[in-house]
């Protein structure tokens, strides 16, 4: 294996019955809505029939009943909602399943832990973040709070050294 799984496996292959939520925050109207489109856009299916419910009359709504969701979100229109997805590619990586929660501010990405996980899988989860949070100037990334601090240092350095020209040779 590699750097990234050197640098991060011990987040991701413990199968403990967890669902940790990786958080890209601080984005804005557009950030959010080109992040859910990204990645309706990148996965194959989505998993069950994930549904919106409204703010005003409290019914709810099959996710693409309203029009796009994550503007809906951002317009307060309906609650902040979760959604699974299922063979999401980013690139030439590829994530089995995914769980995702839309925010006014933000996405939230939950993953299982456990065997799953390489470094290809990996890959893929962290060109997302990398494509959501963007050229934001705001945008950063949360972990749960039960995770220590280590793991949100990790995941930083991470993204920097997939930012860098030449990942393999590090620090530049």
């Known amino acids: 294996m590699g750097w990234l799984w050197n640098s991060v496996h011990d987040f991701f292959d413990i199968k403990d019955g967890t669902f940790p939520e990786i958080c890209i925050n601080g984005l804005n109207t557009s950030e959010v809505i080109s992040g859910y489109n990204l990645i309706r856009k990148s996965a194959s299916s989505l998993i069950g029939r994930p549904t919106l419910q409204t703010i005003e009359t409290k019914s709810l709504h099959g996710i693409d009943e309203l029009g796009n969701a994550a503007d809906l979100v951002c317009k307060r229109k309906v609650y902040p909602f979760h959604f699974m997805v299922s063979d999401l590619n980013i690139k030439k990586f590829g994530l089995y399943e995914l769980g995702i ?24 989860l962290f060109m997302l973040i990398i494509k959501i949070k963007g050229s934001s100037s705001s945008a950063f990334i949360r972990l749960e709070e039960h995770f220590n601090k280590e793991y949100q240092i990790k995941f930083e350095e991470v993204i920097l050294r997939l930012l860098s020209p030449n990942p393999e040779i590090w620090p530049q």
């Not at 929660?101 to 893929?124: K, T, V």
Request: net charge negative.
């Open 101 to 124: 929660f839309i925010f006014e501010n933000g996405i939230a990405l939950d993953i299982e832990r456990g065997p799953l996980w390489g470094e290809r899988e990996m890959m893929c």
